[in-house]
C-alpha cells in the first residue's frame, strides 16, 4: 500500500524567510505532483514533477523530485503573505492513474 | 480551461437519507474520481471510474457507491448517510491522452448529516 508522508504539518513563517516542505513516499513511483488549497476552496494544481531530478519552478516556489530517495520538495523562497495556503503532495500509482496524497501542510506567512 | 462542477457547495441531510453527489467535467476527460478531506487525513480516495459504466473501489468505499452513465458525469451514492460521512467531497477529472497528468478538481461540496 502507497503511503505519503508530508513534514511538518503545520508552518508558520515570516515574509522574507526560507523554507522547505517534504513529501516522503513509500513505493517506487514516477509521477508526483504538488497542489495548493486556499480556506474553503477547491485544489489548484502547481507543479508535475515526471522523472527522477526532475525541478519546476514557478514564482517563490520551487519544487524537485528524487525516486531514489522516493522523496519530493517544495522551497519556498522568500515568503510573502498570499502563499498562506494548504499544501499537498500526492503520488500517482505506476499501474494506473489513482493518487494518493498526503496530510497537507498548513503555511501561514506573517508579515 | 479544463472545468469540473459539481451540483451543491453545500448540502444538510439527515442520517438515513440517500444522498446523489454530481459531478461534471466538460473536458472529454476518461478519467473520475471522488475524494473526501477531512482535517489531518488529506485527501481519500473514495471510488474512481477509468470509463463509462466501469468503477473501482479506492481506499474508503464503505458506505458508498458510484454511477457513471455518461462520459462526463459521475455521480456519488450514499444509500444511507450517517454522521461519520459528514465530510468535504471533491470530484476530480484526468485524461489518458500521452502528455496530460494531472487530476483537475471541482470546488467541493462540503455535506452535513445530522
Known amino acids: 500500500e502507497l503511503k505519503v508522508e508530508q513534514n511538518p504539518l503545520f508552518l508558520s513563517m515570516q515574509e522574507g524567510k526560507n523554507y522547505t516542505i517534504y513529501c516522503n513516499y513509500s513505493t517506487t513511483s514516477d509521477r508526483l505532483y504538488w497542489y495548493r488549497q486556499d480556506p474553503g476552496k477547491s485544489l489548484e494544481s502547481l507543479f508535475v514533477l515526471l522523472s527522477n531530478g526532475a525541478v519546476k519552478q514557478e514564482g517563490r516556489l520551487m519544487a524537485s523530485l528524487d525516486t531514489k530517495a522516493r522523496l519530493s520538495t517544495l522551497h519556498i523562497t522568500a515568503a510573502v503573505h498570499d502563499l498562506s495556503a494548504t499544501y499537498f503532495c500526492?503520488?500517482?500509482?505506476?499501474?494506473?492513474?489513482?493518487?494518493?496524497f498526503g496530510e497537507g501542510t498548513q503555511l501561514t506567512v506573517n508579515p | 480551461d479544463v472545468k469540473v462542477t459539481q451540483s451543491s457547495r453545500y448540502l444538510v441531510k439527515r442520517t438515513g437519507e440517500k444522498v446523489f453527489l454530481e459531478c461534471v467535467q466538460d473536458?472529454?476527460?476518461?478519467?473520475m474520481f471522488w475524494y473526501r478531506q477531512d482535517p489531518g487525513l488529506g485527501l481519500r480516495l473514495i471510488y474512481f471510474s477509468y470509463d463509462v459504466k466501469m468503477k473501482e473501489k479506492g481506499d474508503i468505499p464503505e458506505g458508498y457507491s458510484v454511477s457513471r452513465e455518461k462520459k462526463e458525469r459521475f455521480s456519488l451514492i450514499l444509500e444511507s448517510a450517517s454522521t461519520n460521512q459528514t465530510s468535504m467531497y471533491l470530484c476530480?477529472?484526468?485524461?489518458?491522452?500521452?502528455?496530460?497528468?494531472?487530476?483537475?478538481f471541482g470546488p467541493g461540496t462540503r455535506l452535513t448529516v445530522t
Open positions: 476530480a477529472s484526468s485524461s489518458e491522452a500521452e502528455g496530460e497528468y494531472e487530476q483537475y
Open positions: 500526492a503520488v500517482e500509482e505506476t499501474s494506473g492513474s489513482r493518487l494518493t
Open positions: 473536458m472529454d476527460h476518461e478519467n
